[in-house]
């Protein structure tokens, strides 16, 4: 995976914002390994397992 660099600002394709979690030692380790078995990042991974929550109905309370 390289990041090719453009002069300019970071606005366009890749226009994301830094945040942080923590996890469980092993299972940051595992999700590492997955993550290299299927030729995709830690990153790429998560952001497709939040999307694939968001576009879930919510629950209303009653």
């Keep these: ?16 914002k830094n945040t942080s979690l923590r996890l469980d030692k092993k299972t940051l380790k595992a999700l590492k ?3 290299i078995e299927e ?11 939040i999307e694939a929550y968001l576009c879930k109905p919510t629950k209303k309370q009653g």
């Design 33 to 35: 390994i997955r993550a």
């Design 1 to 16: 995976m390289s990041k090719e660099k453009t002069s300019g600002s970071k606005a366009g394709a890749d226009d994301k």
């Design 39 to 49: 030729d995709t990042s830690v990153q790429k991974i998560i952001e497709t397992l």
